[in-house]
């Protein structure tokens, strides 16, 4: 196989794991009773916080990656940047939880555990960026993941 046709290959696995992982996770969180599912679906929740994040200054993923420590703990969930560092302590789920992804995007584990609304809306006060737009994460739907094979097996 030719390096362009493994890279090719390898581009469309990707897509392919991320696709069905982020599948799973819907239907974990859509399926968990136990855990508070939040009352709205993600984009509802974010819509919500569109307007106020309009005065937020970008904080690019090199600054956000110095902030991982217990005393100086930045996340990112859905292309917004929280300053959780005060919140470490009150996490139902505990501090390790949240060091885990400091420094970096914590979204599809966010998603994953199906937090309430009530969770969502204590974050908003740890709000202080929002990521610039050449360094959000693009997920694919499912709709459009099938799209995308289907527009590249047609063009090879």
């Known amino acids: 196989m030719e390096e362009q046709d493994k890279s090719s290959y390898l581009g469309n696995v990707l897509q392919f794991a991320v696709s069905t992982a982020l599948q799973f996770v819907d239907f974990k969180t859509n399926n968990n009773n136990n855990n508070n599912n939040m009352e709205k679906n993600d984009e509802e929740e974010i819509d919500d916080v569109n307007i106020k994040t309009e005065h937020l200054r970008e904080i690019n993923l090199d600054q956000i990656s110095w902030h991982d420590q217990i005393d100086d703990c930045w996340v990112i969930l859905y292309d917004r940047v929280y300053d959780v560092t005060e919140f470490?302590?009150?996490?139902?789920?505990?501090?390790?939880?949240?060091?885990?992804?400091?420094?970096?995007?914590?979204?599809?584990?966010?998603?994953?555990?199906?937090?309430?609304?009530?969770?969502?809306?204590?974050?908003q006060k740890y709000l202080i960026g929002v990521l610039p737009e050449n360094e959000r994460m693009k997920i694919f739907k499912p709709c459009e993941m099938e799209m995308n094979f289907q527009l590249k097996a047609a063009s090879s």
């Open 88 to 123: 470490l302590q009150q996490h139902p789920g505990g501090i390790d939880v949240l060091l885990e992804y400091a420094g970096r995007d914590a979204t599809i584990a966010y998603r994953g555990f199906g937090h309430s609304s009530h969770a969502w809306k204590i974050l």
